[in-house]
Every structure is written in structure tokens, then in C-alpha cells.
């Protein structure tokens, strides 16, 4: 009887060593999926503060601000 204990005891501990790697992949696939969003909002941004500013100063030449 002990053989069929220690092969459940150890069929189950291999079942949480499976369910711990793949909670693992999971978690590490949202992360980077995160960053890459993270990025992705970030260059928007950046593309919006230069077309702001492309369009500040051609309103500024426009008027005659800029010279």
C-alpha cells in the first residue's frame, strides 16, 4: 500500500511542479505583453507631443510669431 502512496504523493507533487510552470509562462507572457503596450502608448505619445509641436510652430509661421 505505501508503493501506491508515494506514487500518488508523487503524481500529485508532479501535477503542482506542471501547474506552477505553466502559471509561470502565463504571468511571463502578460508581462510582456504589458511592456509592449507600455511602449506601444508611449511612442504614441511622443508621436502626438511632435505633431503638437509641428503644428505650434506652423501656426507661429502662419501669424508671423516666429521670426
Known amino acids: 500500500m505505501a508503493d501506491s502512496s508515494q506514487q500518488m ?4 507533487g508532479e501535477a503542482k511542479g506542471q501547474a506552477k510552470e505553466k502559471t509561470s509562462n502565463l504571468i511571463e507572457k502578460a508581462s510582456n505583453a504589458a511592456q509592449s503596450a507600455k511602449e506601444t502608448v508611449q511612442e504614441a505619445g511622443q508621436q502626438m507631443v511632435a505633431k503638437a509641436q509641428g503644428a505650434a510652430e506652423a501656426v507661429k509661421d502662419a501669424t508671423g510669431l516666429n521670426k
Open 9 to 12: 504523493s508523487f503524481q500529485a
